[in-house]
């Protein structure tokens, strides 16, 4: 039940915890580490089977709701006190006693838990459960370990654990006796900045004495940041140590106020900010370059290491890194999708082969490419080479501050740093790529602006859809069923960006126009009807989907026992709704929105999400929140065609208000805006539709291998690569698959949990979002994306599926795509985590009329579901007006 720090072995986390067995791996690899010892998790086991009640309260916990702070901390105190009343059995009693004298009874000692579930790479646990310092003789030394092991059950450990899934079943205490330091001073370093995420800089907080003062926050440490590549002070923040906790000699610690001279004065020389710059780089290439967090202790010249635990708070870096030796900018795809959620390994993979970015031909298959890569289970995109390039560079940054201005401000803070503009130009083969591609689309561009029917365009990117869809559809089926079919559905994927070309000049006239439409009516009393030009917008895909959702709940709504019914319907059993009355009708009218929209859905962009026509459920439960809480029939598409009376009124104000010579041109840049602005949802839909026959053919493939043993759910396919898909399809021997799926599925649940940078670095630096000057105090800062304000009853919703939405409240979302839109017919304004000014959101906003912020970073965190806001939209700030009633 006791194991010395140096008799550790490197898999021993099931039994000496986290902190033991990181301290175990530090003592064999020769740093300067106190010496100490484990108590294991068998003497814990062995402690609690003495507690009677112990397997009932652990029952009680496992039904606690994550969210129930007074819950936790009732239970919590329940099991401690029930904990501190068994008396340690006495074989432990024996070994730890022995323990003691052997490292030496004289010294003091500092006694800390070390649970199983903690220091990992995934989740840190820091500072759940106790720790006790300078601790003296053997009945105190025993008393902490009691102690120790009944802070298993903290209530702020209780709920850490509960929100990240980790069941109290399965996690055990041990605990760290180590001998204690007497240090002049102490602290955290860092391996990398835990604030901007940049792995060149290394961050070191001090202060006198024990490093309980800096952790509780009683001082004001020093800060250092040092340029790991060179060694240099990058800055020195010389905090305010008012007190230093040091030790008693009689056990215990005690606080004492620093002089006022050393009050102010730095802690660390330059010397040893270089020693603990070199402890950090020494550890953290021990445990392979993972970056980390170290505690650590100064006597005289000594320095101590007292932990080293990964930094889990770190978004990962972007991989496969650069090859040119430079640091490179990456965009997150997501963000510019408004899709944050992590995406499948298949759905990763599938984008590369659309996307041009590091071909250097259309269809080649990029394997290894530096340029659309992995970071965190998203895809990001690396823009440091047309950044370099004067022309291009300043292309982006004048479509970014039009349609992502919070993009272009933090991009506007890196891109000038010499070791940014030191990375390769694009190569040439993928320069010819874009510029074949890209050839017509100033002619194209000029003929819409100056000579085209406007009024034809929605029609004209209908029928481009469908023939490419056809065309798609056809190439794939005419190979048989199996690799081939696999291999040509890949294969017809990366011909479908050639779309682009086609839509940008469509897509480009209409923003142009919009822009110089605001210069010339700007501080005029038409500005406002500009803005209203975006509403109601001709032929966008999304809003007719959006209607033909609230016709199904108008033909829902006469009839209760069909409502209720939708809440229950599950895939394959529509047809039972028919026995229903209204059912007919509504089962029909279902089934035609399913033929055109059924492969669309929440976070589509990823192929590995399910599918409305997969399960109809995650829309009809929206579709029966409109019609419990909706309007009179028609009522969305009574006020949808407002809107477009209010924009068409608009643009006739715009002409008129123009000086005579001006108003063609006014006239056309109207029509630009209303016809060409609404085919911005047509390229998204022709890809989901493409890869909604990709997906059939590649769950065809999948029950194949369920079939043979070789996957244990069609749905695991998502974890394999398409080459793997392909190699498996040829020979279901070829390889296990199910190890590779466990180890992506783990990795793809851990991403969950983390907040993806809208731009990073290749060196992990995260970039700050500029804050607003007049920002009022307590409110949150966005992009306005759809103008107006609105005040009402904040609804924070984080699943599209399991919410409704009530008329008149503010929609507050992490991100919304299609998959979304069910919600806005009653939404009074939204606020959203992610996007900018041709995001779904921000579009479907205007579109309906209400005022949105987006891009606001942390709302659906810092916002709670009733909560009175004020949307700004015009000024792009979202204010909490009355906290919500309890």
Known sequence: MI?????????DLARVGGKGQNLGALTRAGFPVPPGY??????????????????AWLDRLDALDPDDVAGARQLGAAVRDALLAVPLPPELVADITAAHHELGREHAYAVRSSATAEDLPGASFAGQQDTYLNVRGDDELLAAVRRCFASLFTDRAILYRARNGFGHRHVALAVVVQRMVVPEASGILFTADPVTGHRGTLTIDAGYG?????????????????????????????????????????GGTVTEDVPEDRRHARVLDDAAVAALADLGARVEAHYGGVPQDLEWCLVGQQLWLVQARPITSLYPLPAPG?????????????????????????????????????????????????????????????????????????????????VYPDVAARLATLVDRPEIQAAAKPRPAALRLALGMMWRVPFDLAWLLLGARLDTQTAWADRMV?????????????????????????????GVFQVMPKIAPRLVSGLLSL?????????????????????????????????????????????????????????????????????PAFVDALAAFLERFGMRGQAEIDIGRPRWADDPGLLLTSIRGMADHG??????????????????????????????????????????????????????????????LVRSNVLAAADALVHAGRLAARGDVWFLTYDELLELAADPYAFDPRPRITARRADYDHSRHLSPPLVVTSEGEVPARPVPKDLPEGAIAGLGASAGVVEGIAHVVLDPAAQVLRAGEILVAPYTDPGWTPLFVHAAGLVCDVGGMMTH???????????????????????KSGQRLRVDGSRGIVEVLAEAAP
């Open 466 to 494: 469908a023939e490419r869809v056809a065309d798609f559809r056809a190439a794939v089926e005419s190979q048989p069923p199996g690799v081939a079919r696999l291999r040509a559905a890949r294969h017809q994927l990366t």
């Open 322 to 402: 650069p090859d040119d030796g430079s640091v490179h900018l990456y965009l997150s795809f997501g963000h510019a999708q408004n899709m944050i959620d992590p995406i499948t390994p298949m759905g990763r993979d599938l984008w590369r082969a659309v996307f041009p970015f590091g071909k250097t031909r259309l269809d080649e298959i990029p394997r290894g490419t530096t340029t659309m890569v992995d970071a965190g289970s998203r895809i990001y995109l690396d823009i440091t080479p047309v950044l370099r390039l004067a022309p291009t560079r300043q292309l982006m940054f004048r479509i970014l501050r039009a």
């Open 841 to 863: 959101g921000s579009v479907i906003a205007r579109e309906y009329g209400i005022p949105a912020v987006v891009g606001v970073g942390d709302g659906t965190k810092r916002l």
């Open 631 to 692: 309007d009179a029939p028609g009522a969305h598409r009574r006020h949808f065609a407002n809107l477009q009376a209010e924009a068409e009124a608009a643009g006739g104000r715009l002409v008129a208000a123009a000086p005579a010579l001006a108003r063609w041109i006014v006239r056309r840049q109207v029509q630009c805006v209303r016809h060409c602005l609404g085919v911005r949802e047509h390229p998204k839909f022709l890809f989901i539709q493409c890869f909604e």
């Open 38 to 55: 484990c108590v294991t998790t068998a003497a814990y086991r062995h402690f609690v089977a003495g507690c009677p009640t112990f397997p």
């Open 210 to 250: 024990l490093g309980e003062a800096l952790v509780s926050g009683l001082v004001t440490a020093d800060l250092y940041r040092v340029d790991r590549r060179t060694g240099a002070l990058e800055e020195l923040r010389v905090g305010d140590k008012q007190v230093a906790i040091r030790p008693v000699p009689g």
């Open 3 to 11: 194991v010395p720090f140096s008799a550790t072995l490197p898999d």
């Open 515 to 583: 822009g110089r439409l605001r210069r010339r009516f700007a501080d005029t009393p038409h500005a406002a009807d500009v803005e209203a030009l975006q509403r109601g917008l001709v032929g966008n895909v999304t809003t007719e989907m959006d209607l033909r959702v609230g016709d199904l709940a108008d033909l829902a709504r006469p009839y209760p026992e069909l409502r209720t019914a939708l809440e229950h319907v599950r895939p394959g059993e529509l047809h039972r709704l028919r026995a229903l009355a209204g059912g």
